[in-house]
């Protein structure tokens, strides 16, 4: 499918948000003051911003607040009421931080598991697509809430949890890439079932259905060139290790910690852009694509 910048953006951004969230709510760092200022400011940043970024990839943004009416059967209208009450329960939570220096456990607690459910609603935005069967597996919500706790703790400094989370995010990634790659040929689809014409034998294309581009042909049968998603693998495996690298290599300090930051980031930018990239919408075995 086409990387559209704007649904990386969120995903990615939104995902480190709601990954800090998680970690400040379930009280790591214990901090309070202008300190709890500090890390709950970047988290709302990553947070918000991510989830507007979202906006910039609809046709009428106007419309996203009719997001908020599907909830019972669109993945995308939970993600929206779980944001939501992740955010206000976290802003209670860490006003009484700021302001109070208090410490309200429930409030906390409770937005961690409702920031956690945001990033795993996201996920299942994806992950229900049968259409797309590189996404319809368990790797893909796995894979988004690991990189979002793993990043959490990593901008909130618990490498007690970032170093081990990063090891086994590497892991599901590899396994997601060698599952993947062979879930199109492995669902069932073909040219013969998506024309419907597997009863009267073998099917090829003779010509495209049409003779220009539509939407479909824009957004949905993108490809990427098998070496270079090779090496944009290589990249963002190296990228999502070098935090390991930098933060076991000597006693972790601001430049090291900035470093292995940028590198997190990188890493699941390249991961997400492949993400999308790689995916391969069945309606491309239609205009013989696949």
Excluded: C
Aim: net charge positive.
């Amino acid at each position: 499918m086409h990387p559209a910048p704007s649904v990386i953006l969120f995903t990615v951004l939104s995902g480190l948000g709601f990954g800090m969230l998680f970690w400040l709510g379930a009280g790591y760092p214990s901090v309070t003051g202008w300190s709890a200022f500090a890390f709950f400011t970047v988290a709302y940043l990553l947070a918000v911003g991510g989830l507007s970024a979202s906006t910039f990839h609809l046709g009428h943004p106007e419309r996203a607040l009719k997001a908020f009416t599907q909830w019972r059967s669109s993945w995308l209208s939970r993600e929206a009421w779980l944001s939501v009450a992740s955010l206000l329960f976290m802003a209670v939570y860490g006003a009484g931080k700021v302001f109070f220096a208090a410490n309200w456990i429930l409030f906390g607690g409770i937005g961690a598991v409702l920031a956690l459910t945001t990033v795993y609603a996201t996920a299942m935005i994806y992950t229900q697509l049968k259409t797309v069967p590189r996404w319809n597996q368990p790797t893909t919500p796995a894979l988004f809430v690991l990189l979002s706790v793993s990043g959490g703790a990593l901008l909130t400094n618990q490498l007690w949890a970032a170093l081990p989370l990063f090891a086994i995010a590497i892991a599901v990634q590899i396994y997601a890439w060698k599952t993947g790659d062979t879930a199109l040929v492995t669902s069932g689809s073909s040219i013969e079932s998506a024309t419907g014409l597997g009863d009267k034998g073998s099917v090829r294309a003779f010509e495209p259905p049409h003779t220009g581009t539509n939407y479909l042909m824009r957004e949905m049968v993108f490809t990427v060139a098998r070496k270079h998603a090779m090496k944009l693998r290589i990249i963002a495996v190296v990228l999502l290790a070098l935090p390991l690298l930098l933060l076991l290599a000597s006693a972790p300090g601001h430049l090291l910690g900035a470093l292995a930051v940028l590198a997190h980031l990188a890493g699941v930018l390249t991961l997400r852009w492949l993400f999308f990239a790689e995916a391969e919408h069945v309606v491309g075995l239609y205009y013989g694509k696949r």
